[in-house]
């Protein structure tokens, strides 16, 4: 905990000092000043930092449960940060804007009093670099999965942005109190003031600053990496990371992960098996438990089906299931999504049938299991013998004909005089090459993998390609829209170029229309239709650094690139 608390503040004291505070730093620099309480920078301070943390958690939750629009908090945010720029051009129109606070306060009307209000709109509108640190926060906050070291993790580094910015804020008002020129322009500095506000709040609205904070370099880069992507820091990080954030400590100390080494090629004794928890649905099969099942040999598998690493596992776990069901052998593949649409039972079953899924599939949409065995990977394999103790597990794909033998003893085992059939044989696609990293589009992720702008509300935006284009990043041109935390939209003229390092390029694509991907000479047209689903762009050419090009139709949703 304590290094958690530790990474996340010095996280966000980087973050704080990056180009991303330049939106809001004019009106940190603004928020003292002549005529105003000396406290009032503090409390636009606190407020920024109070808002930012909660929304950027729970803001999510709130608004799916009530099904608003997840933009509806910047919305806010913005209309906040125009009313008080208002306020402070015409000063009675201020007066009854803090009327209301003054009256919970008991103290006199002053149209300068909105600071905490002000900081709240602010935090609304603050929207730091993404790093390792944040990515955590937002995944923990996406998926619903909130722990002490969340909320420890996500109030250090709120508080580390915060203190940069007071210290702007309280030089900023020292400043203009002890400058004459200033004092005896009072009035001209408020209305000063409130022209910054507004204009920064138009800018913010129509997305303007984006081009100011991607030409800025990114002098803490540097930095940020040294104090994010260390082994310890990157340790912890891991343990909130995903879904399975939300498992408490003894549930995780508890869980055979932990209790076994990943792979390997004997038996282990891993601890007890949970027991299947909060299935909202089973296809292929009436509903199944550990219990019932006491006496076979189980293969538990973690997956999602537009999950590249999981579509490579998948003939392999099928063709088990095939050669072994009769000797004893039972496979349930606990579907745990990782996008919005992956909740939809519909969507898994055609996907399932699509990709010849036979076995018991269990739809963990609510993460239930998945928290029971704390587990963090897709895809993920649980081997339980007999008499329900787990016995290996393996994350990722590789390895197959280690498993199965695993599965064979285990069967033997179980019965003297059971009769297996020949080893199964299925060719291995596991990538063995360096390659990109699982890449996502969507604005919850963004810009951890992206050259220049990235679309962050629900307006289209126009983009244009950078000059060059960083290796294992991608770039936007044309109309673009992020409707959504999890994928971006195309609009009229949408490009996107992607620098890779694979031989396999996949995409993650939703809506209808057609995408035209060009990459080592050669092109192709693919046809997007129905729910999204997982689509090959790239699998003619050899294991290369190379660059691919994609022309959208608009209307189609892009999620996220994977690489094999």
Same mark, same amino acid.
């Given at each position: 905990?304590?290094?958690?608390?530790?990474?996340?503040?010095?996280? @966000?004291?980087?973050?704080?000092?990056?180009?991303?505070?330049?939106?809001?730093?004019?009106?940190?620099?603004?928020?003292?000043?002549?005529?105003?309480?000396?406290?009032?920078?503090?409390?636009?301070?606190?407020?920024?930092?109070?808002?930012? =943390?909660?929304?950027?958690?729970? @803001?999510?939750?709130?608004?799916?449960?009530?099904?608003?629009?997840?933009?509806?908090?910047?919305?806010?945010?913005?209309?906040?940060?125009?009313?008080?720029?208002?306020?402070?051009?015409?000063?009675?129109?201020?007066?009854?804007?803090?009327?209301?606070?003054?009256?919970?306060?008991?103290?006199?009307?002053?149209?300068?009093?909105?600071?905490? /209000?002000?900081?709240?709109?602010?935090?609304?509108?603050?929207?730091?670099?993404?790093?390792?640190?944040?990515?955590?926060?937002? /995944?923990?906050?996406?998926?619903?999965?909130?722990?002490?070291?969340?909320?420890?993790?996500? =109030?250090?580094?709120?508080?580390?942005?915060?203190?940069?910015? +007071?210290?702007?804020?309280?030089? @900023?008002? &020292?400043?203009?109190?002890?400058?004459?020129?200033?004092?005896?322009?009072?009035?001209?500095?408020?209305?000063?003031?409130?022209?910054?506000?507004?204009?920064?709040?138009?800018?913010?609205?129509?997305?303007?600053?984006?081009?100011?904070?991607?030409?800025?370099?990114?002098?803490?880069?540097?930095?940020?990496?040294?104090?994010?992507?260390?082994?310890?820091?990157?340790?912890?990080?891991?343990?909130?990371?995903?879904?399975?954030?939300?498992?408490?400590?003894? &549930? &995780?100390?508890?869980?055979?992960?932990?209790?076994?080494?990943?792979?390997?090629?004997?038996?282990?004794?891993?601890?007890?098996?949970?027991?299947?928890?909060?299935?909202?649905?089973?296809?292929?099969?009436?509903?199944?438990?550990?219990?019932?099942?006491?006496?076979?040999?189980?293969?538990?598998?973690?997956?999602?089906?537009?999950?590249?690493?999981?579509?490579?596992?998948?003939?392999? /776990?099928?063709?088990?299931?095939?050669?072994?069901?009769?000797?004893?052998?039972?496979?349930?593949?606990?579907?745990?999504?990782?996008?919005?649409?992956?909740?939809?039972?519909?969507?898994?079953? &055609?996907?399932?049938?699509?990709?010849?899924?036979?076995?018991?599939?269990?739809?963990?949409?609510?993460?239930?299991?998945?928290?029971?065995?704390?587990?963090?990977?897709?895809?993920?394999?649980?081997?339980?013998?007999?008499?329900?103790?787990?016995?290996?597990?393996?994350?990722?794909?590789?390895?197959?004909?280690?498993?199965?033998?695993?599965?064979?003893?285990?069967?033997?085992?179980?019965?003297?005089?059971?009769? +297996?059939?020949?080893?199964?044989?299925?060719?291995?696609?596991?990538?063995?090459?360096?390659?990109?990293?699982?890449?996502?589009?969507?604005?919850?992720?963004?810009?951890?993998? /992206?050259?220049? @702008?990235?679309?962050?509300?629900?307006?289209?935006?126009?983009?244009?390609?950078?000059?060059?284009?960083?290796?294992?990043?991608?770039?936007? =041109?044309?109309?673009?829209? %992020?409707?959504? %935390?999890?994928?971006?939209?195309?609009?009229?003229?949408?490009? +996107?170029?992607?620098?890779?390092?694979?031989?396999?390029?996949?995409?993650?694509?939703?809506?209808?229309?057609?995408?035209?991907?060009?990459?080592?000479?050669?092109?192709?047209?693919?046809?997007?239709?129905?729910?999204?689903?997982?689509?090959?762009?790239?699998?003619?050419?050899?294991?290369?650094?190379?660059?691919?090009?994609?022309?959208?139709?608009?209307?189609?949703?892009?999620?996220?690139?994977?690489?094999?």
């Amino acid at each position: 905990m304590v290094t958690l608390v530790v990474v996340g503040f010095l996280a @966000g004291v980087i973050t704080s000092l990056s180009p991303c505070v330049l939106p809001v730093l004019p009106i940190v620099l603004t928020s003292g000043g002549p005529q105003r309480r000396k406290w009032r920078p503090y409390l636009v301070i606190a407020g920024l930092v109070l808002s930012f =943390a909660l929304s950027t958690l729970f @803001g999510s939750l709130v608004l799916s449960a009530l099904g608003l629009p997840q933009t509806l908090l910047r919305d806010a945010g913005v209309v906040v940060l125009a009313l008080i720029a208002v306020g402070l051009l015409w000063p009675r129109f201020g007066e009854l804007l803090e009327r209301p606070f003054a009256r919970l306060s008991g103290r006199p009307v002053n149209p300068d009093g909105n600071g905490i /209000v002000l900081g709240l709109g602010l935090g609304l509108l603050f929207v730091p670099c993404a790093g390792p640190v944040l990515a955590t926060i937002a /995944v923990i906050g996406a998926n619903h999965t909130f722990s002490a070291g969340a909320l420890a993790l996500t =109030a250090a580094f709120a508080v580390g942005c915060g203190v940069p910015l +007071l210290v702007l804020a309280v030089a @900023g008002d &020292a400043i203009t109190r002890r400058v004459a020129a200033i004092r005896e322009r009072a009035r001209g500095f408020r209305i000063a003031s409130g022209v910054i506000m507004l204009v920064v709040a138009v800018a913010i609205a129509f997305n303007l600053t984006d081009g100011l904070q991607t030409a800025v370099p990114g002098y803490t880069e540097a930095l940020q990496q040294s104090v994010e992507n260390n082994s310890e820091a990157q340790g912890e990080l891991h343990k909130l990371n995903g879904p399975g954030a939300g498992s408490d400590t003894s &549930a &995780a100390t508890a869980a055979p992960g932990a209790n076994c080494q990943p792979g390997g090629q004997t038996l282990q004794n891993c601890g007890r098996a949970p027991e299947l928890t909060g299935i909202t649905d089973w296809l292929n099969t009436k509903p199944l438990t550990l219990a019932g099942l006491r006496g076979k040999v189980v293969l538990i598998d973690f997956w999602t089906y537009s999950c590249i690493n999981c579509q490579r596992t998948l003939p392999h /776990v099928e063709s088990w299931y095939s050669a072994y069901q009769k000797a004893g052998l039972e496979i349930i593949g606990v579907h745990t999504p990782e996008f919005a649409f992956e909740h939809d039972t519909s969507n898994i079953e &055609a996907q399932a049938k699509a990709l010849g899924v036979k076995y018991p599939i269990a739809v963990d949409n609510s993460y239930a299991t998945w928290n029971a065995y704390a587990n963090q990977y897709w895809p993920a394999e649980y081997l339980i013998d007999a008499e329900g103790d787990v016995r290996h597990v393996s994350f990722g794909e590789g390895d197959y004909s280690g498993t199965e033998q695993l599965i064979r003893q285990l069967l033997t085992s179980a019965s003297s005089t059971v009769d +297996l059939p020949t080893e199964t044989e299925v060719a291995d696609t596991t990538p063995s090459e360096q390659q990109t990293p699982e890449t996502y589009l969507g604005s919850q992720y963004a810009p951890l993998h /992206v050259s220049g @702008g990235t679309p962050n509300n629900s307006t289209l935006q126009a983009f244009q390609f950078p000059p060059t284009l960083q290796p294992d990043t991608y770039a936007l =041109a044309g109309s673009w829209q %992020a409707a959504d %935390a999890e994928s971006i939209t195309s609009g009229a003229g949408a490009r +996107l170029e992607l620098s890779y390092q694979a031989k396999y390029v996949y995409l993650v694509l939703g809506g209808s229309g057609t995408v035209t991907a060009q990459a080592n000479g050669k092109t192709q047209t693919i046809a997007v239709s129905g729910e999204p689903k997982l689509y090959t762009l790239v699998d003619n050419g050899p294991y290369q650094r190379s660059t691919l090009t994609l022309d959208f139709t608009p209307g189609i949703d892009a999620y996220d690139f994977t690489f094999g």
